[in-house]
């Protein structure tokens, strides 16, 4: 799983695998879903992620697995 913060597109992206991506669906305002060829989601897209999150927020990521 990778995580990106595009600050010039103020953008917060999740990629869960490597899949190729063959469509995508913006599912709500801002918030778009990557689908592979099996119709399984490969990637999530945060927009105007500056509005939901400060720039300390953004510089420290926490990660929690159970």
Do not use: N, W
């Not at 103020?10 to 190729?20: C, G, Q, T, V």
């Not at 945060?46 to 953004?58: C, H, M, P, V």
């Amino acid at each position: 799983m990778r995580v990106r913060v595009d600050r010039d597109s103020d953008a917060l992206y999740f990629r869960l695998d490597e899949s190729r991506i063959v469509d995508s669906e913006e599912v709500r305002p801002g918030v778009i879903l990557d689908f592979d060829d099996r119709d399984r989601v490969v990637g999530v897209e945060f927009l105007g992620i500056s509005a939901r999150a400060t720039e300390d927020q953004l510089a420290v990521m926490q990660f929690e697995a159970r």
